[in-house]
């Protein structure tokens, strides 16, 4: 992005009376849930599917109060390791499968997304949480708790070699079964989820600083700087030193 074009999205953005304008945008989306937290785990922010969720008469309601206040314990402890894991390492949380409570109080799977949020300073000073119902998959039994598990045991180990009938046991389904699960929710291979969870995890060094690019490589679980290349240039087209040039300023 030019130098004019950064200057007039940040003018425009300025002038936004109100942040809170993306909270009404997700307000019409009931199988979507949309969330603000600071570093304490306290809401700032949620839609209004949350607040329907969670039985609140308002979806102000909400604010101050922690995930322990408004879901069962067993969800708000899972939510509050991965809140923790985003503000000690600073990265996104991609992917996650999670319970989560639908209108009439009974549980279902979300697939959830959080980014942090950055002060002016750069610090994290919080995140942002989108989580969007997967009710067909649930409702057919393709998502459970060990496919959970299975993602999880991904999202964990990527730099590690894994085997897919090591991923597949843990979801306790046989590796075709497992494809077609991944395939119905994430539009991927079991092989291209873990792929896709090694390029994105590189991503995220090469932007973050000038870490050498052999040394994310191997903690990214690839063989060497050659083998990240070639996967990272088939999925975003650019070698990994192109992507760090173009968007490290």
Same mark, same amino acid.
Request: glycine share 8%.
């Given at each position: 992005?030019?130098?004019?074009?950064?200057?007039?999205?940040?003018?425009?953005?300025? %002038?936004?009376? *109100?942040?809170?304008?993306?909270?009404?945008?997700?307000?019409?989306?009931?199988?979507?849930?949309?969330?603000?937290?600071?570093?304490?785990?306290?809401?700032?922010?949620? *839609?209004? #599917? +949350?607040?329907?969720? +969670?039985?609140?008469?308002?979806?102000?309601?909400?604010?101050? %109060?922690?995930?322990?206040?408004?879901?069962?314990?067993?969800?708000?402890?899972?939510?509050? =390791?991965? /809140?923790?894991?985003?503000?000690?390492?600073?990265?996104?949380?991609? /992917? $996650?499968?999670?319970?989560?409570?639908?209108?009439?109080?009974?549980?279902?799977? +979300? =697939?959830?997304?959080?980014?942090?949020?950055?002060? #002016?300073?750069?610090?994290?000073?919080?995140?942002?949480?989108?989580?969007?119902?997967?009710?067909?998959? *649930?409702?057919?039994?393709?998502?459970?708790?060990?496919?959970?598990?299975?993602?999880?045991?991904?999202?964990? $180990?990527? #730099? %590690?070699?894994?085997?897919?009938?090591?991923?597949?046991?843990?979801?306790?389904?046989?590796?075709?079964?497992? /494809?077609?699960?991944?395939?119905?929710?994430?539009?991927? *291979?079991?092989?291209?989820?873990?792929?896709?969870?090694?390029?994105?995890?590189?991503?995220?060094?090469?932007?973050?600083?000038?870490?050498?690019?052999?040394?994310?490589?191997?903690? +990214?679980?690839?063989?060497?700087?050659?083998?990240?290349?070639?996967?990272?240039?088939?999925?975003?087209?650019?070698?990994?030193?192109?992507?760090? %040039?173009?968007?490290?300023?």
């Amino acid at each position: 992005m030019t130098p004019q074009l950064t200057q007039w999205r940040e003018a425009f953005l300025a %002038k936004v009376a *109100s942040p809170l304008l993306f909270e009404t945008i997700f307000d019409h989306m009931p199988d979507i849930v949309f969330s603000v937290k600071d570093r304490a785990g306290r809401y700032v922010s949620i *839609s209004q #599917a +949350c607040a329907d969720r +969670c039985g609140l008469l308002h979806k102000t309601d909400a604010i101050g %109060k922690t995930a322990y206040d408004l879901f069962p314990e067993h969800m708000a402890k899972r939510y509050g =390791l991965q /809140d923790e894991a985003l503000f000690r390492t600073g990265r996104p949380v991609l /992917d $996650n499968l999670d319970l989560t409570l639908f209108k009439d109080r009974q549980p279902g799977w +979300c =697939l959830t997304h959080k980014t942090p949020i950055l002060d #002016a300073g750069g610090d994290v000073i919080g995140l942002a949480c989108l989580s969007k119902d997967l009710q067909e998959p *649930s409702r057919t039994g393709g998502v459970d708790g060990r496919l959970a598990q299975a993602v999880d045991l991904i999202q964990a $180990n990527y #730099a %590690k070699p894994l085997r897919l009938e090591e991923v597949a046991v843990v979801a306790g389904v046989s590796e075709a079964q497992l /494809d077609r699960r991944m395939k119905k929710i994430f539009q991927l *291979s079991t092989g291209q989820f873990i792929m896709k969870t090694r390029i994105e995890a590189a991503a995220q060094r090469l932007t973050s600083g000038m870490e050498a690019i052999t040394d994310i490589a191997i903690s +990214c679980g690839f063989f060497d700087q050659s083998a990240l290349t070639r996967h990272f240039r088939q999925i975003t087209g650019l070698t990994p030193g192109q992507y760090r %040039k173009l968007v490290v300023r």
